[in-house]
């Protein structure tokens, strides 16, 4: 890898019109919902920490969602490599049925049973009772945002991340005008506080469907075949459970194990002060790795193409280590600009606005200080495993690599560290981030290996319609 940043503007042009709109989409989703999580922190501390615990199994449903597109990910970008549109909307139809499927099932668990649901995550009664209301309405918005995720995830994995930024753009500045409308009655709307909050994100989903819709039957890019897209055919059923159960379980169980650490924080002692901070620093993460993010995609993206074009692995393996580079090197970078915000703008200014008592403050210095001394090896392991080794094919491996780490060493830790040793509020929050210790150096050992190097499609270029 020495040499691997040097490379043709070709490169660098390719990854910046790839990860571009995807990082000024992760922005607006970001600014956006943080702009709702300060709305309902203006309730209170209360229903900042109710919201924050009600959206720990809504988050596992995000990442389901984003395992399935993900799985797709690595067939369509293949496939955008051979320039087979005709597979890409087998591969299309089947997400898109099997994501639905899952969202509608999820939505009416949370809307039968929220208040036990909401009881998995925090014994207390007061938190429970405020963000039970808004579970019922949220989970249903998760239906409409599968399949707008879906689809927009094809457009990106053939190079147009445009068409999601806009989505997402659109959805986003509804779901924040809503939320002003519906959490405070504004405009002669009633005040609905939290459940507000709910019904906004249910409408702004439901804008992602009509404009995703409206652009899927004009789409020159990806026209809709439709024989394709209604009878896709058992072996594209059995090649997208393939490449997408390995990264569903990933992300189903990565999400699983980030929100047992949300548990262990809604079981201390200060519960409502460590999920109040857990929320605020949650979307400050999200701002620190967004151009990360963005580079995981792109990576994706790219490094399936490269193999389904039938570049050679040589060629392939320093496309990887010029993008693992790229992400360290912008990790670093966004770990020092944490550092530098921490005393200048995020103690003096930002955590006071959000009213956070003296024992949150505490809890989101660590938290955020902590972030960004394992910003770097953090930022490594995401472009690794959900973008090199994903477009790759090698999705199996990165699972292990991903979960072993955080189900083995943060997880416990946190719950020792907590609820056991009852040590101070530091040593949790460093047990949180202790998994990028062992991850990162995984991630190298498999990259230098070349064995994440795969052609999904190569035995099935010949599949036809049933």
């Known amino acids: 890898m020495r040499n691997d940043l040097r490379r043709s503007g070709g490169f660098y042009r390719s990854l910046r019109l790839l990860a571009a709109p995807i990082v000024l989409q992760n922005l607006i989703t970001t600014s956006l919902g943080f702009m709702d999580t300060f709305m309902v922190g203006m309730l209170g501390n209360a229903e900042m920490a109710a919201v924050n615990a009600a959206n720990t199994p809504i988050f596992i449903i995000q990442m389901v969602i984003f395992g399935f597109q993900s799985g797709m990910t690595v067939l369509v970008s293949q496939y955008w490599g051979k320039q087979d549109r005709r597979q890409i909307n087998r591969v299309l139809g089947v997400a898109l049925l099997t994501v639905t499927v899952f969202s509608v099932a999820v939505a009416l668990l949370l809307f039968l049973f929220p208040r036990e649901v909401m009881g998995l995550v925090t014994p207390n009664e007061t938190l429970i009772e405020l963000g039970a209301p808004y579970l019922q309405i949220v989970g249903f918005s998760y239906v409409f945002n599968g399949i707008s995720s879906v689809y927009t995830g094809a457009q990106r994995s053939m190079e147009n991340p445009k068409l ?9 500045v509804t779901n924040t005008f809503l939320n002003y409308c519906l959490i405070f009655g504004r405009f002669g709307l009633p005040r609905l506080e939290v459940a507000g909050a709910a019904i906004a994100t249910l409408i702004s989903r439901v804008v992602e469907v009509v404009i995703a819709g409206a652009v899927a039957l004009r789409s020159r890019l990806l026209p809709l075949e439709w024989d394709c897209l209604l009878h896709p055919g058992r072996e594209v059923f059995r090649s997208f459970l393939k490449y997408s159960a390995p990264v569903v379980g990933n992300d189903a169980l990565w999400s699983l194990g980030t929100s047992m650490l949300t548990v262990v924080l809604g079981h201390m002692e200060n519960s409502q002060d460590m999920l109040a901070a857990h929320a605020l620093v949650g979307y400050i993460d999200k701002f620190a790795v967004v151009i990360c993010l963005g580079l995981a995609s792109a990576a994706a993206v790219m490094v399936g193409k490269s193999i389904g074009e039938g ?36 103690r003096p200014f930002l955590f006071p606005l959000f009213q956070l008592t003296e024992g949150a403050v505490y809890a989101a210095t660590c938290m955020v200080c902590l972030m960004a001394v394992f910003m770097a090896l953090r930022t490594l392991a995401l472009v690794a495993i959900t973008g090199v080794f994903r477009g790759g094919g090698d999705v199996r491996t990165a699972t292990i690599i991903d979960l072993l780490p955080l189900w083995c060493v943060s997880i416990p830790l946190a719950a020792l560290f907590a609820l056991v040793l009852e040590l101070d509020v530091f040593w949790t929050c460093f047990a949180i981030y202790a998994e990028n210790l062992v991850k990162a150096p995984l991630c190298l050992w498999r990259f230098r290996g070349g064995r994440w190097i795969n052609d999904v499609t190569k035995a099935k270029g010949e599949w036809t319609s049933p």
Do not use: H, I, N
């Open 164 to 172: 999601g930024m806009q989505v997402m753009g659109a959805s986003m």
């Open 311 to 346: 570049r050679d692995r040589a060629a392939v393996r320093s496309l990887g280590g010029s993008l693992l580079k790229v992400s360290t090197l912008a990790g670093l970078l966004s770990g020092l600009l944490l550092l530098l915000l921490m005393p200048v703008f995020f």
